[in-house]
């Protein structure tokens, strides 16, 4: 179900309870119910990106191809985003980099460095701020547009991969990433790589749910991410998956 849809039904009921309570003395409680399933609906597809439900939301790709993509939030980090770059080097494997704008300024050389060793970069707002999905369509345009002029002074690309932070999404965000000419992009296996799950239960997540088209989120900010991926690497080649970037997963364009 579309945010659309749902608005729809939900006024449509609320239109339905309100006749049956002027002409047929029913009572307004009736109301809660209806309040209550488009509350619980606004909440689930706000937070769970693969719902699809403010618009369309990039999260796997062909299911049938042995090819995965594997994706890094929240960089450049100069710690841990050049370890990353070493370690898919050394596999011979492409990645995807969701970037923070303000992460860029210092960052510079790693950035050029991810474009240049052939990985594709990604926009992930400028701030990343915990509040960010309060902005208004205004404000999700500027964070995207920040971030972009930071990355295209750099490369001298122009992204068009976007990833929303904490996978949340809103009516204003969609709006902004269309406008922009951004394709959302969500994913299938969520590593929890931030959280304080030991190594093992992460690596243990990330190969029962890899299959066919997945696309993996980690973020470069951890040296338990950098030991989560060398296991993935191997895991990938013990089990004849491919790994290529987000946009050959997708068979869509990274940069304009
Ligand atoms: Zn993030």
Request: charged share 15%.
């Amino acid at each position: 179900m579309t945010f659309n849809s749902a608005r729809n039904k939900f006024f449509i009921t609320l239109c339905i309870i309100g006749l049956l309570y002027l002409f047929f003395d029913a009572s307004l409680w009736w109301l809660v119910l209806p309040g209550v399933v488009y509350l619980t609906l606004i909440i689930y597809g706000s937070a769970i990106i693969q719902a699809n439900f403010y618009g369309p939301a990039y999260c796997y790709g062909n299911t049938i191809k042995k090819e995965i993509a594997l994706s890094f939030d929240d960089g450049p980090n100069q710690e841990y985003t050049p370890q990353i770059l070493s370690t898919l080097a050394n596999y011979n494997a492409l990645a995807t980099f969701f970037v923070i704008g303000k992460n860029i300024e210092g960052n510079e050389k790693i950035l050029k460095q991810i474009d240049t060793e052939g990985h594709s970069i990604g926009n992930h707002t400028y701030t990343h701020s915990y509040f960010v999905d309060f902005k208004n369509l205004q404000g999700f345009i500027q964070e995207l547009n920040q971030t972009e002029e930071s990355v295209f002074r750099v490369i001298g690309k122009r992204m068009r991969l976007f990833r929303p932070p904490y996978g949340v999404t809103t009516p204003h965000l969609v709006k902004a990433s269309s406008t922009l000419n951004y394709n959302i992009i969500g994913w299938t296996v969520r590593s929890f790589d931030t959280t304080a799950d030991s190594l093992q239960t992460i690596t243990r997540r990330i190969e029962t749910q890899i299959q066919p088209g997945a696309i993996v989120l980690f973020h470069d900010t951890s040296d338990k991410t950098i030991q989560a991926l060398k296991q993935t690497l191997s895991f990938a080649r013990d089990n004849d998956y491919k790994i290529v970037g987000i946009e050959q997963l997708l068979a869509i364009k990274a940069y304009q």
